[in-house]
């Protein structure tokens, strides 16, 4: 089967398929092929929490803005929002998931100790 017909790859160059999923003809940078790999398991569990952390939110009919923070914080991590990965060199990389890593663990610190608690 050829590119042109493969789902998701709409006849872009492999290049484009390293960096965008197309899912339903919408466009979704993806993750950081070069994050280590007990970083981005890091970061995907903080995306998860703070998914999870969202529908409860909203199922108790209050402002997610908390947890969001959480999803924003690890979708930056991972590269998928901010600065695409592809314009910056490993340094950049590096900085990039290591503050968004720093950022989480405060907001575990700060939901430890009562403050700003994003849990489900």
Known sequence: MSDETTPGHGGTDPVDDERWLVVDGRRWRRQDPHLPE?????????????????????????DPAPARRRVDLAKHGLG????????????????????????????????????????A
């Open 38 to 62: 007990e970083v981005a398991a890091e970061l995907l569990s903080h995306l998860g929490r703070g998914r999870s952390a969202v529908r409860a939110y909203r199922r108790r009919g209050e």
């Open 80 to 119: 998928e929002r901010g600065t695409p990965w592809w314009e910056q060199d490993d340094e950049a990389r590096r900085a990039r998931w290591q503050e968004a890593l720093d950022e989480l663990s405060a907001l575990d610190r700060d939901e430890a100790s009562g403050e700003d608690d994003d849990r």
